[in-house]
């Protein structure tokens, strides 16, 4: 090589390194920006099965003995009521019956019978009381039997197999009964579910139960007691996106909680060239995106929280300045040598 191109090169150089230099100071500058973690979790997981629904569960369990009684006929059911006596003398055959919205039944002869809350074995002696009360039989034989079940009725929404809303033949339900009605969650379901539930005069209740200890682990304690009129909703599961200088950027769904950190490693991990910093872009319930700058080196030494991540935010990788200067350094080096060696061949 001349000592002109060696000079045009170690001139190349002392540039490069100046831009490398100066990217690096003003990288450093601003390396530890205040992040407003308000806001955006303290370290609290996304989801599981918090407290207050726990409580809820456990305070479900006293409706349990009402899946042992008999049921209880209620509004909108159809009962069929057979009288063997008026069969006999062909008066009439099974009589079906709905019950109305204030419960009562009409019975011909006998006249408006108040059923709601009673079993068919209730329904059956307060009949047979009735006609022979008004002299109609002696002593009447009657049977009663639900033909069908609708006043008791258990919706089942979002991401599962078979979304409806189920009639159940018992007083009272469980969710995972319920789940099982509806073909269980489907793959895109997420790892929780929400039992809704509007009691009478108060605000309307809900229930978060984590999935994965229901299904896969057992957990019984995290299967509530259901009762009329209850709503099952499953979401999907949650979605992120990484982008910027990762291996593998696009859009992650997850069911359990996720860390900052291990979206990352989700998406193949950072590049040669990543910074130390994310972006993290969040949705306010304003629809407005707030950015934070999470720092990689401050949440390895516990001095940021590996914070859990919520549906729909966005991980921006930022590429660093100096590590980005020194790559165009190198490659404008390799560029002369290949240059310098062409011209002296």
């Known amino acids: 090589m001349s000592w002109n191109m060696f000079g045009f090169v170690r001139t190349g150089v002392l540039v490069v390194a100046g831009l490398v230099l100066v990217q690096g100071c003003a ?3 601003g390396r530890y920006p205040a992040a407003n973690l308000l806001g955006i979790g303290s370290g609290e997981p996304a989801f599981f099965s918090d407290e207050s629904s726990l409580q809820q569960v456990m305070a479900t369990k006293e409706l349990l003995a009402l899946q042992k009684d008999e049921y209880q006929v209620g509004p909108d059911d159809v009962v069929e009521v057979s009288i063997f006596e008026w069969e006999t003398n062909d008066q009439t055959k099974t009589l079906q019956l709905r019950v109305s919205e204030t419960g009562y039944i009409s019975l011909p002869t006998v006249g408006a019978l108040m059923v709601a809350g009673k079993s068919v074995q209730e329904i059956q002696r307060l009949i047979e009381k009735k006609l022979i009360d008004q002299n109609v039989l002696q002593t009447p034989r009657v049977g009663v ?11 089942v929404i979002g991401s599962v197999n078979q979304p409806g809303t189920y009639a159940i033949h018992q007083n009272v339900s469980t969710l995972l009964d319920m789940l099982t009605l509806a073909g269980g969650p489907q793959e895109v379901a997420g790892g929780q579910a929400y039992v809704i539930r509007r009691d009478a005069g108060k605000d309307e209740a809900r229930i978060r139960i984590d999935l994965d200890e229901l299904l896969e682990k057992g957990e ?6 259901l009762s009329a009129g209850d709503i099952v909703y499953v979401p999907k599961a ?5 982008y910027g200088e990762v291996k593998q950027a696009g859009a992650f769904t997850f069911r359990k909680q996720l ?4 979206a ?11 910074d130390r910093r994310i972006s993290l872009i969040r949705r306010a319930e304003t629809g407005e995106g707030n950015v934070h700058s999470l720092d990689v080196a401050r949440i390895e030494r516990g001095e940021m929280p590996n914070i859990y991540l919520r549906d729909g935010d966005v991980l921006h990788v930022r590429a660093s300045g100096s590590k980005k200067a020194w790559t165009e350094a190198m490659n404008f080096l390799r560029g002369i040598f290949t240059f310098s060696y062409s011209f002296n061949k």
């Open 264 to 274: 990352v490693a989700l998406a193949g991990g950072f590049t040669d060239l990543a």
């Open 145 to 155: 039997w639900v033909s069908e079940f609708r006043s008791r009725r258990i919706s």
């Open 238 to 242: 949650p979605l992120i996106y990484v």
């Open 259 to 262: 860390r900052a950190l291990e």
């Open 220 to 225: 019984t304690d995290l299967n509530p007691v």
């Open 27 to 29: 990288s450093s500058s």
